[in-house]
């Protein structure tokens, strides 16, 4: 039986009451999920020796994960969340509940025993272990805030891992009616992070919706589509794949068949993001996709476009 994808006007129509606007992370899978992609991903890339390491702490992420015996969200900051349209678990000041400081305990310990890791992950990860608690501190808080200036590339993936974890796990224990709808729609309502990027899911209650992925706690929330993940635009919107340098414009969007990711680019803002296509591929996975899609990335810098949000696994530093 093949289903139809709904176009934005038919999703704008729905009943949003009966819409599914969240999709919470489950309890144990999605760092599973994300390294088997990884690794599916790295065979023929350019960066396929970074993708398997990815891979690599994206199992030690699960590992890690499974091992949080966390205490149920606090109700009372639920129901002032709630009260005040803000997010339950703010990532803001990159304090957390500690949950983050265990995850990176576990973390590390797993990564510690993983075979194959290259002699500079090594040495990053004992950087990273031999933080006082003021520097691991100031470098969470500048991961949390997007401030690559303040962040040490090195260390970044992996202390971002553990904020993933302690984050995701957070979240997995939220329910729908835990996390209002916020003013502010291109922020995760969970922990009013920046997405990662966009996917069109299949199946079920998610067939055809469109969902933005938080980078840090796995959170998707819904948008319509041919929309402006950054300024909310719904003119100018392009889409562009690395084989073809010319954008396609279109009033309502078409399959290709072709490209599992694309880049949705806005004239507005001069911004743009990486949208999946579940479709073409019921194995992406957003982090994982955008990851290992960098020649997309190139062409769109070249073109004249920024990124909207990076990828929490790669961290440039301050640019010279």
Request: one cysteine or more; aromatic letters at 4%.
């Amino acid at each position: 039986m093949v289903q139809r994808i709904l176009q934005p006007h038919e999703i704008e129509s729905l009943d949003h009451v009966a819409l599914a606007r969240l999709r919470l992370p489950p309890r144990a899978g999605i760092f599973a999920a994300r390294a088997q992609r990884l690794r599916q991903l790295a065979g023929g890339n350019p960066i396929g020796a970074y993708l398997a390491l990815m891979a690599t702490v994206a199992e030690a992420q699960e590992a890690a994960a499974a091992s949080l015996d966390l205490p149920p969200p606090d109700a009372h900051a639920i129901a002032l969340a709630r009260e005040h349209r803000m997010p339950p678990l703010a990532a803001a000041g990159g304090h957390g509940d500690g949950a983050w400081h265990a995850a990176l305990v576990a973390l590390l310990a797993a990564l510690q025993v993983a075979p194959g890791l290259p002699a500079a992950a090594t040495a990053a990860l004992a950087r990273l272990a031999a933080l006082p608690p003021h520097a691991l501190a100031a470098q969470a808080q500048a991961l949390l805030g997007g401030r690559d200036d303040e962040a040490d590339p090195a260390i970044a993936p992996f202390l971002m891992a553990a904020l993933q974890v302690g984050w995701t796990s957070r979240a997995s224990q939220l329910a729908e009616a835990d996390v209002p709808a916020l003013d502010v729609h291109t922020v995760c309502p969970a922990c009013g992070t920046l997405p990662v990027a966009s996917i069109v899911r299949i199946g079920g209650r998610y067939q055809g919706l469109r969902y933005l992925h938080c980078a840090l706690c796995a959170t998707e929330w819904h948008m319509v589509r041919i929309k402006c993940s950054h300024c909310e635009s719904t003119e100018g919107i392009a889409y562009h794949v690395a084989e073809n340098e010319t954008a396609q414009r279109e009033a309502t969007e078409k399959s290709d068949g072709l490209h599992v990711v694309k880049a949705e680019s806005c004239e507005h803002c001069h911004t743009y993001r990486k949208i999946c296509y579940m479709e073409k591929d019921m194995e992406v996975e957003p982090v994982a996709d955008d990851l290992a899609t960098l020649a997309l990335d190139v062409l769109m810098g070249e073109a004249g476009y920024a990124r909207a949000s990076g990828n929490p696994l790669l961290w440039q530093g301050a640019q010279s």
